[in-house]
């Protein structure tokens, strides 16, 4: 059964980014996404299920999986499955969207019961004043000394109500063009913990992508992307700081392995 029947699509969005794409590649990003979508989430990177998927070889399908990873399209996380940063984020803000709704029907239908009750109280204590001689009429207004001014605000709240406290900051991190708000930041940095100061290398992004206008509209990817091979690049050299044995300087290391390493750091994208 399909976790999401259906998501948002936007449309100039998906336009760009295909546009480097070839027709198969076009197609296999395209069903990739839409699996994701199905799931909720990340899919399971089995050769011979996608290649069935997507109708082609397991040979045909190694290019295809290559190219998109190449391109930063799809890309694996730390459990080795494919994911699409654009879809999880939008996945995720679905799911928040409908809690959102949710908790908001529950409090609509709330107060709509207590003004309701509240509404039948008043109408019973009219009547009754009335009925006793009592000067309160309907539309009459309050006497002041049953408001109170709330020391932090400006206006007047009856019975004391409290204004709601605003807001300190919009942004966790704020640059030239990336913006992210508390809950995307946290998440990235949970996502991307290899990286030591996520705050220091978010500026240097924003700095490289600031040059670039033609990626301003798509930068979330753009940056989840570069944050996600720098992820994997960290922690590549990490497992072969720990694997490797120690030497006294990098003279005494095998040239068989100085090689092995600086391969393995192209493949991460560290060096060209």
């Not at 984020?89 to 309701?116: F, I, M, N, P, R």
């Not at 605000?153 to 605003?166: K, M």
Request: charged content about 35%; proline content about 3%.
């Amino acid at each position: 059964m399909s976790v999401r029947p259906w998501h948002k699509r936007y449309h100039s969005d998906a336009l760009t980014g295909f546009r480097p794409l070839s027709l198969e590649e076009r197609g296999a990003y395209q069903t990739l996404l839409d699996m994701i979508y199905d799931t909720g989430g990340s899919i399971p990177d089995n050769e011979r299920y996608l290649a069935g998927a997507m109708n082609c070889t397991m040979g045909k399908w190694r290019k295809l999986r290559q190219s998109l990873i190449d391109q930063e399209k799809i890309a694996l996380d730390d459990d080795g499955r494919i994911m699409n940063f654009r879809a999880l984020d939008e996945l995720e803000k679905s799911e928040k969207q409908s809690e959102t709704l949710s908790k908001s029907g529950k409090k609509g239908a709330k107060k709509k019961k207590e003004l309701a009750k509240k509404t039948n109280e008043n109408s019973g204590s009219e009547e009754t004043g009335l009925k006793g001689g009592s000067s309160h009429i309907r539309g009459q207004k309050p006497d002041m000394d049953e408001l109170k001014i709330h020391p932090q605000g400006d206006g007047l709240f009856a019975d004391g109500q409290a204004e709601l406290d605003q807001p300190d900051s919009r942004y966790a991190f704020e640059g030239e063009v990336i913006r992210l708000n508390k809950r995307d930041f946290d998440k990235w940095q949970q996502r991307y913990h290899a990286i030591l100061d996520l705050n220091a290398y978010l500026g240097t992004l924003d700095d490289w992508i600031a040059d670039k206008p033609e990626k301003h509209s798509g930068w979330f990817h753009v940056i989840g992307g570069a944050l996600n091979k720098k992820h994997l690049a960290m922690l590549a050299e990490r497992q072969a700081a720990e694997a490797a044995p120690s030497y006294q300087s990098q003279r005494d290391i095998p040239e068989a392995e100085r090689e092995a390493i600086r391969l393995r750091l192209i493949e991460t994208g560290v060096l060209d």
